[in-house]
């Protein structure tokens, strides 16, 4: 519940997570358990549902994932509550799986970050992608570049069902040593220079404070959805409509590779005219994000606005200043996430879109058809090398 910036430090990782695309998060609580409770049970944060679990007695992180069993999925993502390191977790996920298809050895991967001074963390020894070694914090390393654990990890679940239950363990003694000696961990390095923050220590915890957001802050491609992402079928709502415009996946991916955000901002008055709830709108968004985790690409947020001036549900007339060619939607992400504004673009098959970006300040691009991956590469290119 540490605060970051006049917030808790938990809500920049949740918005860390959530923007990757998992939907569902588990938080393990332990000391000040009732007051995670109190702020996260039940909550929806990004795109995500939040619950909170709290240990009956300090289990330790590896008897407090056992207590968690029940609520495993077969493969998860794990995370320190109290360290960030600023990485595509999509990108993580998908090589596990995809590792995962071609032998069957690893039941855990873990993140390594890179760093110029070890003294401070445990270094992490690989031979090829396997772990071999845990090393630990060493005072010798003492300006020692190399890779250390950077407390994120793809686990299955079968390896928590071998932690006896209602014990106290230790997840990195007594889970991932075994499973290293097996030769069942595996590992898979952040960019080197990639931010890394621990705020369980003092000086990061101050540090934190001036370099947090600027540490997140990255340009941002916005994009229409219909006519620009899929094709436009008239209030298109239905996921067996859900057909991607060519080079749509693939200019996501490359966008998430150059570093941008990705969101998405659409009109659906379809939802305004009774045609479709809103909760078709979330299920349409849904499969574009489990089509996109097939080739290891994400869209980190959908904006949509189900308002019009003229609507049929009465629950939805009003003149939004969220509705393109009004900017709102753009202008509501822009302060929720670190954007940076010079560098970003929106794309989109309509006046109504170049309107809105210019409206935001955002450079408006038209798309008129082709690959929408050559439109968006050749914009991002140009834009970076400005
Ligand atoms: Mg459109």
Redesign the pocket.
């Known amino acids: 519940m540490l605060t970051v910036n006049g917030k808790p430090f938990l809500d920049t990782l949740i918005q860390e997570v959530a923007r990757h695309g998992i939907t569902e998060i588990l938080l393990l609580a332990g000391r000040f358990g009732e007051q995670v409770k109190e702020a996260y049970d039940g909550v929806d944060m990004f795109g995500a549902r939040l619950r909170v679990l709290i240990e009956p007695s300090p289990l330790g992180t590896g008897g407090a994932l056992r207590f968690a069993l029940e609520e495993l999925s077969e493969t998860f993502l794990l995370l320190n509550g109290d360290t960030w390191v600023d990485a595509d977790l999509t990108d993580f996920m998908f090589a596990w799986e995809r590792d995962r298809q071609s032998s069957d050895s690893s039941s855990v991967q873990i993140l390594l970050q890179y760093v110029d001074d070890m003294a401070r963390f445990g270094g992490i020894e690989c031979e090829g992608p396997t772990v071999v070694a845990f090393r630990e914090k060493d005072a010798l390393a003492r300006n020692r570049p190399g890779y250390i654990n950077a407390g994120v990890y793809c686990m299955s679940r079968e390896i928590v069902e071998a932690v006896p239950a209602d014990s106290v363990a230790s997840l990195e003694n007594d889970v991932l040593m075994p499973l290293v000696a097996a030769g069942r961990v595996t590992a898979h390095m952040a960019p080197k220079g990639s931010y890394f923050i621990d705020i369980g220590v003092p000086e990061s915890y101050s540090r934190a404070q001036s370099e947090l957001w600027e540490a997140r802050r990255r340009p941002a491609l916005f994009l229409?959805?219909?006519?620009?992402l899929n094709h436009?079928k008239g209030y298109t709502h239905k996921v067996s409509d859900l057909v991607w415009i060519e080079g749509a996946r693939e200019a996501i991916k490359f966008a998430n590779e150059a570093g941008y955000y990705v969101f998405v901002v659409?009109?659906q008055a379809g939802v305004a005219r009774g045609l479709y709830s809103e909760n078709a709108v979330v299920d349409f968004h849904r499969a574009m994000q489990s089509s996109l985790f097939e080739i290891g690409a994400h869209i980190d947020a959908f904006e949509w606005c189900p308002h019009h001036p003229e609507a049929i549900v009465d629950y939805y007339r009003q003149d939004s200043q969220r509705r393109k060619p009004a900017p709102g939607m753009l202008l509501d992400l822009m302060a929720t996430y670190p954007v940076e504004k010079d560098g970003s673009l929106m794309v989109?098959?309509?006046a109504?879109?170049i309107a809105a970006a210019e409206a935001a300040g955002i450079r408006g691009v038209y798309y008129s058809g082709g690959s929408l991956l050559t439109l968006v590469a050749q914009e991002i290119d140009r834009l970076r090398s400005n």
Not at 224 to 228: E, H, I, L, P, V
């Open positions: 229409d959805r219909d006519g620009t436009d659409t009109n989109g098959n309509a109504s879109d």
